[in-house]
């Protein structure tokens, strides 16, 4: 289908066919897998637009196309994973310069900040970013990059995107933005103002638990192009199946979402009233204090959430861990059967205890990505779990 002079309207059909004209070689309908090293060239620096597979790749070309597409932005980039993503980010700054950072993020990202980044003379000032006089008060003449998630990972906090896109052009410093929790499909960050939107490809946008893989997408050309140079010098980019995969995986991003989306709605609900369940951290509940800002910015409310117990214990959530049979216990999250984790010892464990506490990640703290299963059998198995 091609689709240059035709507006495509809806989501959906824009997923399908994104970055996903036929092949003008052969007229395959899926972009092909160029699996090379490196392009002929006609003369010294007369090619085809591709040279060095690091520099550029078809394949990956068409899904940086698509990734640019899906996020209503002008430039995307793919790299080997998320982490790689949000370092390229980090790379466009200088020793001294400050960076405004979630104090609820990521374990991953918080220790490629602290443990790499802090090393070479970058500071990293971690604010409630829900809390926007907070982020105000951080800002300084250094400060060259706020850096926020929402949802963020795993309390399911709500920045306000657009708020915090007047303070970074204040400061005229960039505002990034994690998305992987909501995707593009329910969220997007270029259309409130962000300059970067950050993904882990891992997640929502592959779908099926098969690959790593991160993305960048901007508006700016001269941005992009700093990106690019990092891209290219540093060399974490991703392979061509690894981007034949996430391509493939976009094409069904918005009929996954709207399960994702059902199923934690019925999860929450249930959650929200078993006896012996304490807590429920979902940005679709009215009780969620960010649930306002959250309906404003997001299409719908995702799939993931977290909870505690009454019995906020280790002990106590271990036995729920290991006890489900739906839900495998597991990292990462967005792909199409439920996990279920435990953030202190896994994902969140390269965080002090101290840290984590401080913004209620407490060691009883389950964390849920919802599949695509009938909800009726999430619950069950959550319900014979919590039993």
């Given at each position: 289908m091609a689709t240059e002079n035709f507006r495509l309207k809806k989501q959906g059909t824009q997923y399908v066919h994104a970055g996903?004209?036929?092949?003008?070689?052969?007229?395959?309908?899926?972009?092909?897998?160029?699996?090379?090293?490196?392009?002929?060239?006609?003369?010294?620096?007369?090619?085809?637009?591709?040279?060095?597979?690091?520099?550029?790749?078809?394949?990956?070309?068409?899904?940086?196309?698509?990734?640019?597409?899906?996020?209503?932005?002008?430039?995307?980039?793919?790299?080997?994973?998320?982490?790689?993503?949000?370092?390229?980010?980090?790379?466009?700054?200088?020793?001294?310069?400050?960076?405004?950072?979630?104090?609820?993020?990521?374990?991953?990202?918080?220790?490629?900040?602290?443990?790499?980044?802090?090393?070479?003379?970058?500071?990293?000032?971690?604010?409630?970013?829900?809390?926007?006089?907070?982020?105000?008060?951080?800002?300084?003449?250094?400060?060259?990059?706020?850096?926020?998630?929402?949802?963020?990972?795993?309390?399911?906090?709500?920045?306000?995107?657009?708020?915090?896109?007047?303070?970074?052009?204040?400061a005229k410093a960039w505002l990034c933005v994690d998305n992987t929790f909501a995707s593009p499909y329910l969220q997007n960050p270029l259309n409130l103002g962000a300059d970067i939107v950050m993904h882990s490809s891992t997640k929502y946008l592959s779908g099926h638990s098969d690959v790593i893989q991160g993305a960048l997408v901007m508006n700016n050309k001269e941005l992009r192009d700093q990106l690019y140079f990092i891209q290219k010098s540093c060399g974490a980019v991703p392979g061509p199946f690894d981007c034949f995969l996430v391509?493939?995986?976009?094409?069904?991003?918005?009929?996954?979402?709207?399960?994702?989306?059902?199923?934690?709605?019925?999860?929450?609900?249930?959650?929200?009233?078993?006896?012996?369940?304490?807590?429920?951290?979902?940005?679709?509940?009215?009780?969620?204090?960010?649930?306002?800002?959250?309906?404003?910015?997001?299409?719908?409310?995702?799939?993931?959430?977290?909870f505690t117990l009454k019995d906020d214990s280790q002990e106590a959530a271990l036995k729920v861990l290991t006890s489900t049979r739906v839900f495998s216990l597991a990292e990462s999250l967005g792909g199409v059967e439920s996990l279920i984790n435990h953030p202190a010892t896994m994902t969140h464990a390269s965080i002090p205890r101290e840290e984590r506490l401080k913004t209620g990640l407490t060691d009883g703290l389950i964390r849920l990505s919802l599949g695509i299963e009938d909800p009726e059998d999430l619950i069950a198995d959550l319900n014979q779990a919590l039993a």
């Open positions: 996903a004209e036929p092949d003008p070689s052969t007229g395959a309908i899926m972009t092909p897998i160029f699996q090379t090293s490196t392009f002929v060239q006609d003369a010294p620096g007369v090619n085809k637009g591709f040279e060095y597979a690091r520099s550029q790749n078809p394949t990956r070309t068409k899904l940086e196309e698509a990734l640019a597409i899906i996020e209503n932005g002008n430039y995307g980039l793919a790299f080997s994973s998320g982490v790689a993503a949000t370092d390229a980010v980090i790379k466009l700054l200088n020793p001294g310069d400050e960076v405004i950072a979630a104090a609820d993020m990521y374990g991953g990202t918080y220790r490629l900040f602290t443990k790499v980044f802090e090393r070479f003379g970058i500071k990293f000032i971690y604010v409630d970013t829900t809390n926007t006089a907070a982020v105000e008060n951080a800002i300084t003449g250094k400060t060259k990059l706020i850096w926020v998630e929402t949802p963020t990972n795993p309390m399911m906090n709500i920045t306000d995107i657009a708020a915090m896109a007047g303070i970074a052009k204040k391509l493939r995986g976009i094409k069904t991003l918005h009929v996954r979402m709207r399960q994702h989306c059902e199923n934690g709605r019925q999860v929450a609900a249930f959650l929200h009233a078993h006896p012996k369940v304490d807590k429920v951290f979902w940005c679709g509940l009215e009780s969620n204090p960010g649930y306002e800002i959250a309906k404003k910015q997001m299409k719908d409310f995702g799939g993931m959430m977290s």
